[in-house]
């Protein structure tokens, strides 16, 4: 069973930094592409960043681009996302999730078919 698990989630303040991580479970990891979305109240889930399974591309949404990178740890299974500069517009439910194969799909969720259950991030003063 695939199991991912997100953590590092917290509130800070404008420009702080956070690391979040996603450890997955279940599936042979270096096989899998893993993105992380992020869900704001009222709004649509939006595509974060991707990383591909051999780390070789990635992408990331316009708006965090030069703030975040995504990486990963294929030894100890785990995506992370580093967050910089934050922005209290970067306030959301943040997700990992994986279209169960090597490459990204993109920024639609619908795309992804395993999903952990979320880090709230909130930035505020």
């Known amino acids: 069973q695939v199991q991912l698990v997100e953590s590092g989630g917290g509130l800070v303040q404008p420009g702080s930094s956070l690391r979040l991580s996603c450890a997955v479970s279940g599936v042979t990891f270096n096989y899998y592409a893993i993105a992380w979305f992020r869900q704001a109240p009222g709004k649509e889930r939006e595509g974060v960043s991707c990383?591909?399974?051999?780390?070789?591309?990635?992408y990331y949404l316009d708006s965090v681009k030069g703030r975040f990178t995504i990486s990963r740890d294929n030894a100890k299974n785990t995506v992370y996302l580093q967050m910089n500069s934050l922005k209290p517009e970067d306030t959301a439910v943040y997700y990992c999730?994986?279209?169960?194969?090597?490459?990204?799909?993109?920024?639609?969720?619908?795309?992804?078919?395993?999903w952990g259950q979320g880090a709230q991030v909130t930035v505020s003063s």
């Open positions: 990383i591909s399974s051999s780390a070789g591309s990635a």
């Open positions: 999730a994986s279209p169960a194969e090597r490459y990204c799909r993109g920024e639609n969720y619908l795309r992804y078919n395993h």
